[in-house]
């Protein structure tokens, strides 16, 4: 039995022969515009078919809604006023003064809103002696939060444990990919997944539509039908020493691709020079191996708690537990089996 | 803050049910109740309303993409894994009626069950793949082999059985001395295998991120046990003469003792918001209607088991009390997972008391 919990490499303990070095995304959301992009490439490299009938969801400039078995990029989309910044603030510096790992010293206070109204109101035309204002030019009022999801290839991969058909597996990268011709769609790894990422793929005909604009425009034939889908991490790019699909069309580079180790120690420095520039709701989501999943393959840097993202603040992978509930599970059947034997042994009367 | 001159004759609001506006992020609940089953149907939990963000209200993990037919087979698969142990110990004692019946009823629930299984599938026809790997991870792994395995000797013994009963008109010629050798061993090896057709399904549930499954991984073994047990020996009660019923009879009041008490441990072992899935709506239902026909057929059974119509009739209560904890926890899971709070809320509140225990290593989210 492979590891169940903590800290590993995946694609060894897979027990791959020729272990490549492990490759993940680092998604850098103080940088990202929202411009979907990656949601577009992704779709069009990964031949993914439309989610949905292009409605609005009508609560923010997000209409994607989440990630599914067609959406493997999703840019969540929130706007937030002062009080949730500030809080933000709080909850970030909360983070940091825990002492959490490979913290460095502690940051300095938030930036006051006069220094930063008055880096605002400076004319951009006069030049000056001092270096470049790098701050945001946000208002300390609202802002808004804008992070593209993907699937966190997780070290410990909730998906990849309860799959009975061997359809997912671990590739020579420590990625996780659904093997689309031997899945029998069980939907095992849909419950398994702690973040709600792979799904069972419908081509939407179980509730028929009855709402105006039916099929807007005509659809090529969905592939995959029945079967669990999620991002590949681009498999097929990466066997070419390619850059996924999404990290090489991203305008910002906010995703960023690359070996695994690198993308942890980019998100570490990125994360302390927010920290220095005062912006404390500044964190990192994933990039510790110590936690429920062993550590993901695809870290975040976010601006406030991970559920503001829909992201669960404290995913735990089912199967660290399955020891444990083998254990329950044997001593329940073992008393069924007494309980018949006591009904018998009591005779015939 | 509304300027109403209304403002002033408002009832204060409640401590600690106080929401601050204007955060982004935070949507309704979907189903647009209250915390605390502010549907008026319960009592209000006695929890604090934990401080709840979501993404616009929607799910964080998904819900599994089960139907019904799977809920079915949770009940068929404890009638069935039930059937087989009872029929062996009648094999055992020779009481050839509990056998038969019993058997019989092994090898009816294992195929509908089965049936049910497949055409659940996103691909059916590929349900031989479940047979590809043996995976210790994977308790659908397991559990596919451990339902083959229990089938196969089901089927034999089934078998034998049906060909007794047709006066041995099943077309087996020379096959038919082979079935009578081996229906004796393929009775015992269903049966070795009946309790773990019962458990398995529970740990299927418990190994997942749904979580009310999740959360009951160490009572849920019990339930699902005790639920087969109650079931599988009402059925035999249901089709045996009372003579020949005295063990199906005390494995039923076993079973409802079993199965009122790790529900109740499971109930109050739960995560109080999580718990609120089992209490609530129409798993909430489905769940207390379940204990009330458990403890009215086993009282049934006790006092009147050796009257032919009462014992049918307990049967019938303990296979209706069975199969309603089975639909009420599955539908109870699928509403959790449907609810952000229902993994928002417990994470964070574990989070937390793992921070205040002085564990502060093994967050998913890091300063640095």
Redesign the interface.
């Known amino acids: 039995m492979p590891q169940l919990a903590g800290p590993t490499d995946p694609a060894a303990d897979a027990r791959w022969p020729d272990v490549k070095p492990r490759k993940g995304f680092f998604t850098d959301t103080s940088i990202c515009i929202g411009c979907k992009a990656c949601e577009v490439a992704c779709k069009e490299w990964n031949h993914n078919p439309r989610d949905g009938d292009l409605d609005l969801l009508g609560s923010s400039y997000d209409n994607t809604g989440a990630l599914g078995a067609s959406t493997w990029r999703h840019v969540a989309f929130i706007e937030q006023k002062r009080d949730r910044i500030e809080q933000a603030q709080q909850t970030g510096r909360a983070l940091v003064n825990l002492g959490m790992p490979g913290l460095g010293p502690p940051v300095p206070a938030a930036r006051s809103s006069a220094e930063s109204m008055a880096a605002e109101s400076m004319p951009p035309s006069i030049p000056t002696s001092t270096p470049v204002e790098t701050t945001p030019p946000d208002t300390d009022e609202f802002r808004w939060l804008m992070s593209s999801d993907v699937c966190k290839h997780c070290t410990h991969a909730g998906c990849l444990d309860v799959c009975p058909t061997g359809a997912l597996f671990r590739t020579e990268f420590g990625t996780v990919v659904v093997q689309a011709d031997v899945c029998n769609g069980c939907g095992t790894c849909v419950a398994g997944c702690p973040f709600g990422v792979i799904e069972r793929r419908t081509d939407g005909t179980a509730a028929p539509k009855t709402k105006r604009g039916e099929r807007k425009g005509e659809q090529p034939e969905v592939p995959n039908l029945g079967v669990a889908q999620k991002c590949t991490l681009c498999y097929d790019r990466l066997i070419d020493d390619e850059t996924p699909a999404c990290a090489k069309t991203c305008p910002t580079t906010s995703i960023k691709f690359g070996d695994h180790t690198d993308m942890v120690t980019q998100a570490k420095d990125r994360v302390a020079e927010l920290h220095a520039q005062g912006r404390t709701e500044a964190r990192l989501y994933g990039a510790n191996e110590l936690d429920g999943v062993g550590g993901t393959g695809s870290v975040f840097l976010l601006l406030d708690e991970p559920e503001v993202y829909g992201l669960p603040p404290d995913p735990r992978v089912p199967t660290a537990d399955l020891p444990r509930m083998f254990r329950q599970a044997g001593l329940a059947a073992a008393g069924m089996a007494t309980a018949a034997a006591l009904a018998f042994l009591g005779g015939r009367r | 803050m509304t300027a109403s001159d209304y403002d002033s004759v408002r009832p204060p609001e409640p401590a600690g049910r106080r929401r ?1 506006g ?4 935070r ?1 309704p609940r979907p189903d647009g109740a209250r915390p605390g089953g502010g549907d008026g149907a319960r009592e209000a939990a006695m929890v604090p309303d934990a401080e709840f ?4 209200g ?9 139907g019904p037919g799977i809920a079915a087979y949770l009940f068929l698969g404890g009638v069935a894994g ?1 059937s087989a ?2 029929g062996a ?2 094999q ?2 020779g ?1 050839l009626i509990l056998r038969r019946n019993c058997r019989l009823a092994a090898l009816g629930a294992v195929s509908i069950g089965a049936v049910a299984l497949v055409e ?5 026809e ?2 031989v ?2 047979l ?2 043996i ?7 397991l ?2 082999w451990i339902l083959t395995a229990f089938s196969g000797g089901a089927a034999v013994a089934g078998a034998a059985e049906a060909d007794r009963i047709t006066g041995q008109r099943l077309p087996l010629g020379p096959l038919r001395r082979v079935l009578r050798a081996v229906e004796g061993p393929a009775g015992l090896e269903a049966a070795a295998f ?3 057709l ?3 399904t ?3 549930l ?5 979580p009310t ?2 959360h009951a ?3 849920l ?2 339930v ?3 639920s ?2 109650l079931a599988s ?1 009402g059925l035999a009660m249901v089709t045996t003469p009372v ?2 019923a ?3 009879r ?2 039923a009041v ?2 409802v003792v ?1 199965d009122l008490v790790a529900t109740q441990v499971m109930h109050r072992r739960m995560d109080p918001v999580v718990a609120e899935t089992l209490h609530d709506a129409r798993p909430g239902t489905m769940l207390r209607l379940s204990e009330a026909l458990a403890v009215a057929g086993g009282i049934g059974t006790l006092l009147g088991g050796r009257r032919r119509g009462i014992a049918a009739a307990s049967g019938l209560a303990l296979l209706a009390a069975s199969a309603l904890t089975r639909f009420g926890i599955f539908e109870a899971g699928i509403r959790s ?1 449907k609810d ?1 709070r229902y ?2 809320e417990p ?2 509140r ?2 937390a008391a793992r ?1 205040a225990a002085g564990v ?9």
């Open positions: 601050r204007g955060k982004g992020g949507g963000t979501s993404y616009y929607r799910p964080v993990v998904k819900p599994v993409p089960w039930g142990v009872l110990g009648a055992l004692s009481q659940d599938l996103g691909r059916p590929r349900f793949n479940m590809r790997v995976k210790l991870t994977s308790p659908m792994s559990g596919s009946g309790p773990l019962a458990v398995y529970a740990v299927l418990a190994d997942t991120s749904t499954w999740n991984h160490d009572e073994p019990f699902f046990v005790s087969a047990s020996a003579a020949e005295a063990p199906a005390r494995l076993l079973g079993g997972a952000p993994t928002i994470q964070k574990r989070l921070r502060t290593d093994d967050s998913i989210t890091t300063g640095g």
